[in-house]
Nanobody, 123 residues
Framework: QVQLVESGGGFVQPGGSLRLSCAAS????????MGWYRQAPGKQRELVAS???????NYADSVKGRFTISRDNAKNTVYLQMNNLKPEDTAVYAC?????????????????WGQGTPVTVSS
């Protein structure tokens, strides 16, 4: 099975920090762009941050200067360091990745989603 598994969510007070991790497992040949999305109650899912294989990053305006996305290609893992968290950051955060898996006769591209990890920012 090829899958993404997130960890690191939880409850934190405003101004606090959390680090989310997302690890891809399975017969993976390569991983292209990896990203973090979030969905708050009553809102559409939005892209929080993304990172390419080469390390180019993009961030939502609402998190610039506070969140940092990074990846460890050797571990097939992407991280989201979240600092100075605000109540409006409360959401379920899900990892997304485009992966190429190796099969006996071919390579196959898959877009994967993790199940999501909840983050609650409240006093």
């Amino acid at each position: 099975q090829v899958q993404l598994v997130e960890s690191g969510g939880g409850f934190v007070q405003p101004g606090g920090s959390l680090r989310l991790s997302c690890a891809a497992s399975g017969s993976i040949f390569s991983i292209n762009v990896m990203g973090w999305y979030r969905q708050a109650p009553g809102k559409q899912r939005e892209l929080v941050a993304s990172i390419t294989t080469g390390g180019n990053t993009n961030y939502a305006d609402s998190v610039k200067g506070r969140f940092t996305i990074s990846r460890d290609n050797a571990k097939n893992t992407v991280y989201l360091q979240m600092n100075n968290l605000k109540p409006e950051d409360t959401a379920v955060y899900a990892c997304n990745a485009g992966v190429v898996i190796k099969e006996p006769s071919r390579y196959r591209y898959l877009e994967l989603w993790g199940q999501g990890t909840p983050v609650t920012v409240s006093s």
